[in-house]
């Protein structure tokens, strides 16, 4: 304002939600600057996205109709998944963390998925986590395959919530009901506390509690509170 400086460029972070944390995986790794991230019910591989989204049910009628076979569909999802490979987290996640490109620093990254999570499905979410190299913070309600799980603070971390949503999404490639999960978990307040820990300290830790101590994010037990 005027002469005066309104923004601290060295305080300043990304966050996204949704679309928002997805892609937000390929923008922290090639963003020159900005080395603190948090990812909100992040999802990458784009090719398994498309069809498990309540989205998808209105892209579907205009990109399939002109195909009926269910071969001609799928292939149809693949070319969509391998058009957007150059934006695709899963294709930039090693460069965020464990192999930074050239002229971008390593970053530090806070992120969180939804059990029963019906418009980003848990599986993308946790293949992201793989492929950018973050643990999962425990005590954890879930142990995802290939992803370990530790205590303390971490300079980056992966937290799994449950808010026992219904209906579950089913497994397969289609699209499921809204059980709300997807945006409803990020008011929690457990996650509005680490969002405000990891922005100011730098500290990826795990705020779920119950009788004081360090719980797993089961939201029934009041961890998530």
């Not at 569909?73 to 490979?85: K, T």
């Amino acid at each position: 304002v005027g002469a005066n400086p309104i923004i601290d460029r060295t305080r300043t972070y990304f966050l996204g939600g949704s679309l928002g944390g997805t892609m937000g995986g390929t923008i922290m790794a090639y963003e020159p600057t900005i080395t603190r991230g948090i990812f909100a019910v992040p999802g990458g591989n784009w090719s398994m996205l498309f069809e498990r989204s309540t989205a998808w049910e209105i892209l579907q009628p205009a990109a399939q109709g002109a195909y009926p076979e269910p071969e001609d569909a799928q292939m149809i999802v693949s070319l969509f998944g391998m058009q957007m490979e150059l934006i695709d987290p899963i294709t930039a996640g090693r460069h965020v963390l464990r192999d930074p490109l050239p002229g971008s620093p390593v970053k530090t990254i806070l992120m969180w998925q939804a059990i029963g999570d019906s418009l980003v499905n848990n599986v993308a979410t946790e293949m992201t986590a793989r492929e950018f190299g973050i643990p999962v913070l425990g005590p954890s309600v879930k142990a995802p395959w290939r992803l370990d799980i530790v205590t303390g603070p971490q300079p980056s971390a992966f937290s799994i919530y449950d808010e026992h949503r219904t209906p579950l999404p089913t497994g397969f490639n289609t699209p499921e009901d809204d059980n709300g999960t997807h945006s409803g978990v990020n008011d929690r307040p457990a996650i509005l506390r680490s969002i405000e820990h990891f922005v100011n300290t730098g500290e990826a830790i795990n705020t779920c509690v119950v009788g004081g101590n360090a719980a797993p994010c089961d939201c029934a037990t009041g961890a998530c509170d």
